[in-house]
């Protein structure tokens, strides 16, 4: 059984900083693309970040440019986003997700997902 | 980027009947186009991905269609578990971008 387990969310007040960890089991983790989708209160899906499986490729986002930095430990089967600069609007549920595709480059679509972890920006 | 417009926003249906969904994007996108159901308190699940293609345990009642930068999700004979929002996601260019959804509610 494929499993996503998300940590490390919670409060945190503007400027500050939070990392965030996806432990992965049930499938061949470096072999499979997984990125980072995340979802306001209330409000629909962004990707925010991915990483290739087979590569060091990442992607981001515009928003979280320059101020999130996504990473993988194959060794440990685990994905983690570093939020750097969070802004009120970074405040949303965040989801772990696998890539459709295994053994290829980039990202495509989200076949398995985690249950999230929320992050709330307030002062 | 991509934008991707869902439509409608609501549609009001009843266990049986047949749900059509709409996704407009706003470049061809050729068939890089996939659905996701989100249920109230729960993660989404892929529904189709490019196009057309069912994932892994999904009904043969659900059918998606379309090309270039008109696609549909089509949910026959609609059963109380199909409710619920529906979003459409691209993979043709960077950054990957969702539709805003469209809520599939019981009448």
């Known amino acids: 059984e494929v499993l996503l387990v998300e940590s490390g969310g919670g409060l945190v007040q503007p400027g500050g900083s939070l990392r965030l960890s996806c432990e992965a089991s049930?499938?061949?983790?470096?072999?499979?693309?997984m990125s980072w989708v995340r979802q306001a209160p209330g409000k629909g899906l962004e990707w925010v970040s991915g990483?290739?499986?087979?590569?060091?490729?990442?992607y981001y986002a515009g928003p979280v440019k320059g101020r999130f930095t996504i990473s993988r430990d194959n060794s440990k089967n685990t994905l983690y986003l570093q939020m750097d600069s969070l802004r009120v609007e970074d405040t949303a549920t965040y989801y772990c997700?696998?890539?459709?595709?295994?053994?290829?480059?980039?990202?495509?679509?989200?076949?398995?997902w985690g249950q999230g972890t929320l992050v709330t920006v307030s002062s | 980027e991509i934008v991707l417009t869902q439509s409608p926003a609501t549609l009001s249906l009843s266990p049986g009947d047949t749900a059509t969904l709409s996704c407009r994007a706003s470049?061809?996108?050729?068939?890089?186009l996939a659905w996701y159901q989100q249920k109230p308190g729960q993660s989404p699940r892929l529904v189709i991905y490019?196009?057309?293609n069912r994932a892994t345990g999904i009904p043969a009642r659900f059918s998606g269609s379309g090309s270039g930068t008109d696609f549909t999700l089509t949910i026959s004979n609609l059963e109380p578990e199909d409710f619920g929002v529906y979003y459409c996601?691209?993979?043709?260019?960077?950054?990957?971008?969702f539709g805003q959804g469209t809520k599939l509610e019981i009448k």
């Open positions: 997700a696998r890539d459709l595709k295994s053994g290829t480059d980039g990202i495509t679509y989200f076949q398995q």
């Open positions: 049930g499938f061949t983790f470096n072999n499979n693309g």
């Open positions: 990483h290739s499986g087979i590569s060091t490729n990442t």
């Open positions: 470049q061809s996108i050729i068939n890089y």
């Open positions: 490019d196009t057309s």
């Open positions: 996601q691209q993979r043709s260019n960077w950054p990957r971008t």
